[in-house]
């Protein structure tokens, strides 16, 4: 079984004249000649694998390639499959927002950081707006201040153009108790 790798050297790709072999099993076998480690693989029906090639002597390995390349992906594809991929909501206010309206944005900002998203506060300025930065931070305060026990600040407030950002990720306690309510 001929299988061309650019990750590992398998078979008659091996270069190094002595190579420390490993059996399909792990157990070491100690240092054979490459030819003879590679007819002991085919033997066993199996390939010769060099795992480090950086050793010394190059260390390499009795097993099917194929399964291994097979069961390799095979476990790539699961941990993306369990990999939870965080959500990033964007809320949008203006510097002279009502205090109704800053309200019902916190309450949608809490209802984002219970799902376990994580929140980016966007502060837009307009006009003459711009000239006015403080005013902005002080809103982003009264949000930190608001949401304080069930998130944290992960990116300070900063200009990025005509607009003030600021990202809060969910705390650990507030998922934990969120996931516990929704179950």
Do not use: W
Not at 59 to 69: A, H, P
Not at 168 to 179: A, I, M
Request: hydrophobic share 35%; glycine share 6%.
């Amino acid at each position: 079984m001929e299988i061309s790798s650019r990750e590992h050297r398998i078979n008659q790709e091996i270069r190094a004249r002595e190579v420390r072999l490993i059996d399909e099993t792990g157990k070491q076998l100690g240092i054979y000649p490459a030819r003879e480690a590679l007819q002991i693989a085919e033997e066993r029906g199996l390939d010769l694998v060099e795992v480090a090639p950086n050793a010394n002597p190059p260390v390499c390995r009795i097993m099917d390639y194929g399964k291994y390349l097979y069961e390799r992906t095979k476990k790539e594809r699961e941990a993306r499959r369990s990999q939870k991929l965080t959500e990033i909501k964007e809320v949008r206010l203006r510097p002279k927002i009502g205090e109704h309206d800053m309200g019902f944005k916190i309450r949608q900002m809490r209802e984002f950081l219970a799902s376990g998203a994580k929140v980016r506060v966007r502060v837009r300025f307009r006009g003459r707006e711009i000239t006015h930065p403080e005013v902005a931070k002080d809103l982003l305060d009264r949000i930190r201040q608001a949401l304080g026990e069930i998130a944290y600040v992960e990116q300070e407030p900063q200009m990025e153009g005509n607009t003030m950002l600021m990202m809060l990720s969910p705390s650990k306690t507030s998922v934990k108790y969120s996931e516990a309510a929704a179950s």
